[in-house]
């Protein structure tokens, strides 16, 4: 005996294809000036030949997955998410080769919080974190309107009491 559950529909914002492109770019940045430091390193103090052919072939494959996390995944990510709230579940379905959808029942939440960084700040979004016993689940990149809205109703839903509304979080 199975139950119809309709698939969620709610997307996330299209800014967050740019937010995380910010957030790669400076990760893999970061990364490559540290392996190019390092080069330089080993031309200065003569070490091993193997340890700068290593680095070379480590900045290249680096140089590969940075075009990759930079300009494909984030597309594909911000075109795959979806995400639905109703009075007895949250769902999330994200992927396309290994597609996942969570169903999260409200008798389970215990807590829900939004987060907001610099970069989402910049571009009006919050991250939406919806905690149970057993783990925590999170919904990325939606609008400070959605987000806030989704929070009041999630809580709602699950029958959440307001302790701690100044740190972003309400929890049981």
Same mark, same amino acid.
């Given at each position: 005996?199975?139950?119809?559950?309709?698939?969620?529909?709610?997307?996330?914002?299209?800014?967050?294809?740019?937010?995380?492109?910010?957030?790669?770019?400076?990760?893999?940045?970061?990364?490559?000036?540290?392996?190019?430091?390092?080069?330089?390193?080993?031309?200065? @103090?003569?070490?091993?030949?193997?340890?700068?052919?290593?680095?070379?072939?480590?900045?290249?494959?680096?140089?590969?997955?940075?075009? @990759?996390?930079? @300009?494909?995944?984030?597309?594909?990510?911000?075109?795959? *998410?979806?995400?639905?709230?109703?009075?007895?579940?949250?769902?999330?379905?994200?992927?396309? *080769?290994?597609?996942?959808?969570?169903?999260?029942?409200?008798?389970?939440?215990?807590?829900?919080?939004?987060?907001?960084?610099?970069?989402?700040?910049?571009?009006?979004?919050?991250?939406?974190?919806?905690?149970?016993?057993?783990?925590?689940?999170?919904?990325?990149?939606?609008?400070?309107?959605?987000?806030?809205?989704?929070?009041?109703?999630?809580?709602?839903?699950?029958?959440?009491?307001?302790?701690?509304?100044?740190?972003?979080?309400?929890?049981?």
């Amino acid at each position: 005996m199975y139950i119809h559950i309709d698939e969620p529909t709610e997307t996330i914002s299209k800014n967050a294809a740019k937010v995380w492109r910010i957030s790669n770019t400076i990760g893999h940045t970061i990364v490559l000036i540290i392996i190019g430091v390092l080069l330089l390193c080993t031309d200065k @103090f003569d070490w091993y030949n193997w340890i700068g052919i290593t680095l070379y072939v480590l900045g290249g494959l680096f140089i590969v997955s940075a075009v @990759f996390s930079i @300009f494909i995944e984030p597309v594909y990510l911000q075109k795959t *998410w979806r995400y639905q709230v109703d009075k007895e579940f949250v769902q999330l379905k994200f992927g396309r *080769w290994e597609q996942q959808h969570i169903l999260i029942p409200m008798e389970k939440v215990e807590y829900v919080r939004t987060e907001q960084g610099p970069l989402l700040r910049r571009y009006g979004l919050y991250d939406l974190e919806v905690g149970t016993t057993a783990s925590s689940h999170k919904i990325p990149a939606i609008p400070e309107d959605v987000a806030k809205t989704l929070k009041a109703q999630i809580a709602t839903f699950a029958k959440i009491t307001d302790k701690d509304s100044e740190e972003g979080e309400i929890g049981a």
